[in-house]
């Protein structure tokens, strides 16, 4: 026969296998709803990236600084792009760089994931960074310019991303063109 002490141990265990069911349990649904919420976070991030990026003028400023606007050195560019000499195409290079080391930086801090940035934006990352050839694009323009002004992390954001794309398209050789 059950005691009143027997029950009482019985009904006490299953209050906490009940109580430690329910904390298991909410936790679960809550680590959930936080992995959704960053999902959905990351979503909103990399639509309003996308939607910057397939702007006519980001894409016209792109288009420049990767096929356009050509320069021999930093002095040169400096003579022909510099806010002095040529404000719009000086904020063509300001607005490129100014995007891409942004994007750098969120992928830096893994605040977006890097297959989606490099997914959507590979081929103008690789562009924008390398130029259609030897006179144009913003690889040279910064690393001339981080000397030219003093200042040694020009854009580093933007090198990093370069650089974490190119690392990425050796190991997923079927997403180069």
């Given at each position: ?37 960053l ?13 910057f990026y ?19 050195s ?19 290079w ?9 994007v750098?930086i ?27 050839d ?36 050796e ?5 180069q063109?």
């Amino acid at each position: 026969m059950f005691t009143v002490e027997t029950i009482s141990i019985v009904f006490t265990g299953l209050s906490i296998s009940l109580a430690a069911f329910y904390y298991i349990n909410t936790l679960r649904n809550s680590r959930m709803t936080q992995e959704h919420a960053l999902e959905t976070r990351q979503a909103q991030l990399y639509m309003q990236l996308y939607s910057f990026y397939d702007n006519k003028e980001f894409l016209k400023d792109y288009g420049n600084i990767a096929n356009v606007y050509a320069y021999e050195s930093i002095e040169d560019w400096n003579e022909r792009y510099s806010a002095a000499a040529d404000n719009e195409a000086f904020s063509s290079w300001l607005r490129v760089g100014r995007f891409f080391d942004g994007v750098g930086i969120l992928t830096r801090r893994e605040l977006i994931d890097k297959e989606l940035i490099f997914e959507l934006l590979g081929d103008v990352i690789m562009g924008a960074w390398e130029g259609a050839d030897d006179s144009t694009g913003m690889e040279r323009f910064v690393r001339e310019g981080r000397v030219y002004w003093s200042r040694p992390k020009l854009w580093h954001n933007f090198e990093y991303l370069y650089d974490e794309l190119a690392k990425y398209l050796e190991e997923h050789p079927e997403l180069q063109t």
